[in-house]
């Protein structure tokens, strides 16, 4: 497999060079092709790290500077202790964490932050959060999330408002999409403009795309479009837009083709890659559940055939559904359809009408016999 890097418009480099880290870890193959995009940007400490995943040797000025700097700031560090100055050691730790942040080790980054936060003395987390929180998304490691803290009128503008970006990855990793959403709608795109983080608007207007698909009505999706961080980020991919206008017009076969291709495009994308297979299942329910109750019964060849799968496969995806949100409706295994459940009354006509059926093909098969023994 090769990377093409051309392909990735979408990143600043700095961007894509992070990312990519998180990429090489988790497929050893891309290595070689990774380290020299983590070098052009610096990040000498991340590409040691992917040379000793396969077992290459791996020497470098800039890695023996940052070394160097590494140590300095540790010694420092121990003077610190020394005289128990608690602030002073909260803000070395956070320095030693933007070190290791900046030349690309995020478990040493998230331990240093993790320190810094053990000797902060007040509740505001903002100096610190956002690399933290940055490091926590990579590593998809969130057990101290919960603990920081911070507060929404802090002077520094910008850095709040890539707290609230982060935040709302955070809640799309977790599939809190309430949350998600909340976050976004607070974003004043005027102050995240000159912010580098690290997604990019592509990605970013497919997650707003999944959390409107699953938690709103189309009317609620009219409205949330109308708001300027949201035109934003969707400007960069009109066919995210596209895929929401469907849902918008209750167009539900291109929708759910749409969306198949949207969750496609996020194979690739190293933060919904932990949960991408929830993601995909709670999509298709949720829109194949809007689909269904738009019908009093339906083929499951015709399912099988707009989902992209055997017809087996549609059965059983209707039968999870139905036990699920416990939807009215029931699978007729011998006509294979699907179809809201009868009344009563309609029910004993649908019986009297099998058992007419079972008759016929009775007397039809001692008919047939008959004639054979004549013979």
């Given at each position: 497999?090769?990377l093409?890097?051309?392909?990735?418009?979408?990143?600043?480099?700095?961007?894509l060079a992070i990312r990519l880290f998180?990429?090489?870890?988790n497929?050893t193959?891309?290595i070689?092709?990774i380290?020299p995009?983590?070098?052009?940007?610096?990040?000498?400490?991340a590409?040691a790290?992917?040379?000793?995943?396969?077992?290459?040797?791996y020497?470098?000025?800039d890695?023996?500077?940052?070394?160097?700097?590494?140590?300095?700031k540790k010694n420092?560090?121990?003077?610190?202790?020394?005289?128990?100055?608690?602030n002073?050691l909260?803000?070395?730790f956070?320095?030693?964490?933007?070190?290791?942040f900046?030349?690309?080790?995020?478990?040493?980054?998230?331990?240093?932050?993790y320190?810094?936060?053990?000797?902060?003395?007040?509740?505001e987390?903002?100096?610190?959060?956002?690399?933290?929180?940055?490091?926590?998304?990579?590593?998809n490691?969130?057990?101290?999330?919960?603990?920081?803290n911070?507060?929404?009128?802090?002077?520094?503008?910008k850095?709040?408002?890539?707290?609230?970006?982060?935040?709302a990855i955070?809640?799309?990793v977790?599939?809190?999409?309430?949350?998600?959403l909340?976050?976004?709608?607070?974003?004043?795109t005027n102050?995240?403009e000159?912010?580098?983080f690290?997604t990019s608007y592509?990605?970013?207007?497919k997650?707003?795309?999944?959390?409107?698909?699953?938690?709103?009505?189309?009317k609620d999706?009219?409205?949330?479009?109308?708001?300027p961080f949201?035109?934003r980020?969707?400007?960069?991919d009109?066919s995210?837009?596209?895929?929401?206008n469907?849902?918008?017009?209750?167009?539900?076969?291109?929708?759910?083709?749409?969306?198949?291709?949207?969750i496609?495009e996020?194979?690739r994308?190293i933060i919904?890659?932990p949960v991408?297979?929830q993601i995909k299942?709670?999509?298709?329910?949720?829109l194949l559940?809007?689909?269904?109750?738009?019908f009093?019964?339906?083929?499951?060849n015709s399912?099988?055939?707009?989902?992209?799968?055997k017809?087996?496969?549609?059965?059983?995806?209707?039968?999870?559904?139905?036990?699920?949100?416990n939807?009215n409706?029931?699978i007729d295994p011998?006509d294979?359809i699907v179809?809201e459940?009868y009344?009563?009354e309609q029910?004993?006509?649908?019986?009297c009408?099998?058992?007419g059926?079972?008759v016929?093909?009775?007397?039809?098969?001692?008919?047939?016999?008959?004639?054979?023994d004549?013979?």
């Amino acid at each position: 497999m090769n990377l093409d890097f051309s392909q990735l418009k979408a990143y600043t480099n700095s961007q894509l060079a992070i990312r990519l880290f998180v990429l090489g870890q988790n497929n050893t193959s891309l290595i070689p092709q990774i380290i020299p995009k983590l070098e052009e940007n610096g990040l000498c400490l991340a590409a040691a790290i992917l040379a000793e995943k396969i077992k290459v040797s791996y020497q470098r000025e800039d890695l023996n500077q940052a070394r160097k700097l590494i140590t300095e700031k540790k010694n420092q560090i121990q003077q610190t202790k020394n005289i128990q100055n608690r602030n002073a050691l909260k803000e070395s730790f956070i320095q030693l964490g933007d070190l290791y942040f900046r030349f690309g080790d995020l478990g040493e980054a998230y331990a240093a932050y993790y320190k810094a936060h053990e000797n902060n003395q007040t509740q505001e987390a903002l100096d610190y959060a956002n690399s933290w929180v940055t490091c926590m998304i990579l590593s998809n490691n969130y057990m101290h999330y919960k603990v920081i803290n911070v507060n929404p009128k802090d002077q520094n503008i910008k850095a709040y408002q890539k707290w609230l970006l982060l935040s709302a990855i955070r809640n799309y990793v977790r599939m809190d999409y309430k949350n998600f959403l909340n976050d976004l709608l607070q974003i004043d795109t005027n102050n995240l403009e000159s912010v580098v983080f690290i997604t990019s608007y592509f990605d970013l207007s497919k997650y707003f795309a999944i959390a409107s698909l699953i938690t709103k009505l189309p009317k609620d999706v009219i409205e949330l479009l109308q708001h300027p961080f949201i035109i934003r980020i969707l400007d960069v991919d009109p066919s995210v837009l596209e895929t929401l206008n469907c849902y918008i017009d209750y167009d539900f076969v291109q929708l759910i083709m749409k969306s198949q291709l949207l969750i496609d495009e996020l194979q690739r994308d190293i933060i919904s890659a932990p949960v991408l297979q929830q993601i995909k299942e709670k999509i298709i329910y949720t829109l194949l559940k809007q689909y269904i109750i738009n019908f009093k019964r339906m083929s499951l060849n015709s399912l099988a055939k707009l989902l992209n799968i055997k017809e087996f496969q549609a059965q059983e995806l209707v039968e999870k559904l139905i036990k699920a949100e416990n939807l009215n409706y029931v699978i007729d295994p011998i006509d294979m359809i699907v179809h809201e459940k009868y009344t009563d009354e309609q029910l004993q006509i649908r019986q009297c009408h099998q058992l007419g059926i079972t008759v016929l093909k009775t007397l039809d098969q001692k008919y047939f016999q008959i004639l054979q023994d004549q013979k």
